[in-house]
């Protein structure tokens, strides 16, 4: 399959360079030139495929044959390796737990699909491929796991010296293996203009394959359909019908993962698009008028995000057609208080702790659902990543999973640059020639 730019239609692309540039040159999303609406036989082995039987025929139509079919049943396999329950919280309310992979967050899935993809395209190249990634806490830990221990890719994590939680640092700064972290002197701003400045100088992509798992990639946010399909058969065998799916949401990445699979042919009733009060595109769908702004912290705060990356891929999977959109998606906008309110009100009713943004999606089932309806909501981090916020609320301690206890035991071993780029670039040059011996 070709991948179009959002912001040229004529501007083709084939799937390696979409994936290795992630965005398009003209700086427009990916999009794939068709999509394809799975066969009857698809829905009736359904019942009876796991995580990665459901990814290879959800996803071969955009990656094989450029990928083999052969490996392509073996990366998904590996890449969807975690279990994802659907867990009843209340009477018609169900919590789709995407938080027991490594770093205890969806953008796990997406992570380790990408790594595992990018993997593929080293195959038979003497080279390496490097990923840079700058962050501010989270997306580096689910990059770095992701990759870990990858053929053919290294990846090397920046983030600011003092400036992201223990937590966080601990789930990059300990792995080793092929992920090297670099504690930068400067803040997340620092460090994400040194690794534009890095992609930016020619002389060093001459020496040098380098490329970001941005999360606009699109082996990133196709890998995130698989859930959507997997928890409607667990509804099916529960004898549900009528699902309202609720994606808590930021840049929007799962709300469109789960439009395309609808367009592919799965049964939703509805989508909502639940949002902090970085309301944009609640507002959007309220008044047909998109308006970006600054983003407002929040405790929900990776979703904090105030001009969404991928709207303008829902745009274009809609032709631009308000109407169309509101047909398929119900806004939902939680205030600040009412996160906090909903973490106590569920823990004290149903014993069910759930994360900030978690809460988000309840939350909005809870206020949309109609009697007869069933609704599911995506559990996208797990509380144990928030303990000063949840434990406050619930008056309990969140007990650690046996994976973040791992981490936080873990030896720190990191390089260290200045916010100066020569200094980063020689940093990286020493870096990847002691890999390459
Ligand atoms: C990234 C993230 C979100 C938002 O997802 P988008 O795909 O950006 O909309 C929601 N919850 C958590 C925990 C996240 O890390």
Not at 126 to 139: F, P, R, W
Not at 264 to 288: H, S
Request: aromatic share 10%; proline share 5%.
């Amino acid at each position: 399959m070709q991948f179009y730019s959002t912001n040229n239609a004529s501007h083709i692309s084939d799937l390696k360079s979409a994936v290795l540039n992630g965005l398009a040159p003209d700086k427009g999303l990916y999009m794939p030139e068709e999509i394809p609406v799975l066969p009857e036989s698809f829905w009736k082995e359904l019942p009876n495929m796991d995580l990665g039987e459901i990814g290879f025929h959800v996803l071969s139509p955009y990656f094989c044959p450029t990928i083999s079919e052969a490996d392509f049943k073996v990366l998904t396999k590996e890449a969807f390796n975690f279990p994802i329950p659907l867990k009843q919280v209340s009477e018609q309310i169900y919590a789709l737990e995407l938080f027991h992979g490594p770093t205890l967050a969806f953008k796990d899935i997406g992570a380790r699909f990408l790594a595992r993809v990018m993997a593929q395209f080293t195959k038979g190249l003497d080279k390496t491929i490097n990923v840079l990634v700058a962050t501010s806490g989270d997306t580096g830990s689910a990059v770095a796991n992701g990759f870990l221990g990858v053929d053919g890719v290294d990846v090397y994590v920046l983030y600011p010296k003092g400036l992201v939680s223990e937590v966080q640092e601990k789930q990059f700064v300990t792995l080793g293996q092929n992920v090297t972290a670099i504690e930068v002197d400067g803040t997340f701003d620092d460090c994400q203009r040194m690794v534009k400045a890095a992609f930016m100088d020619q002389q060093l992509n001459e020496e040098l394959v380098l490329t970001s798992a941005n999360s606009i990639n699109l082996a990133r946010f196709l890998p995130q359909m698989v859930y959507y399909y997997y928890a409607y058969a667990q509804a099916i065998k529960l004898g549900k019908k009528d699902i309202t799916v609720s994606v808590p949401s930021g840049n929007f990445g799962n709300l469109t993962a789960g439009l395309i699979a609808h367009k592919m042919g799965l049964p939703v009733k509805q989508f909502v698009a639940a949002t902090n009060i970085n309301d944009i595109v609640p507002k959007y769908l309220e008044t047909g008028i998109y308006k970006p702004s600054a983003s407002i912290a929040t405790s929900a705060n990776a979703m904090d995000v105030g001009d969404p990356s991928n709207f303008v891929r829902i745009q274009e999977l809609y032709d631009n057609e308000l109407q169309g959109i509101k047909s398929d998606i119900n806004g939902y906008v939680c205030q600040n208080e009412e996160i906090s309110q909903t973490i106590d009100l569920v823990y004290s009713q149903f014993k069910y702790i759930l994360d900030p943004h978690g809460a988000i999606g309840y939350r909005s089932l809870n206020d949309l659902l109609d009697n007869d309806d069933f609704g599911i909501f995506l559990a996208t981090a797990h509380p144990a990543k928030f303990p000063e916020t949840v434990e406050k609320i619930i008056k309990t301690k969140v007990e650690q999973p046996e994976r973040l206890k791992k981490f936080m035991l873990g030896k720190k071993d990191v390089k260290t640059s200045s916010r100066d780029y020569e200094d980063f670039k020689t940093l990286l040059k020493k870096q990847c020639e002691i890999r390459l011996a």
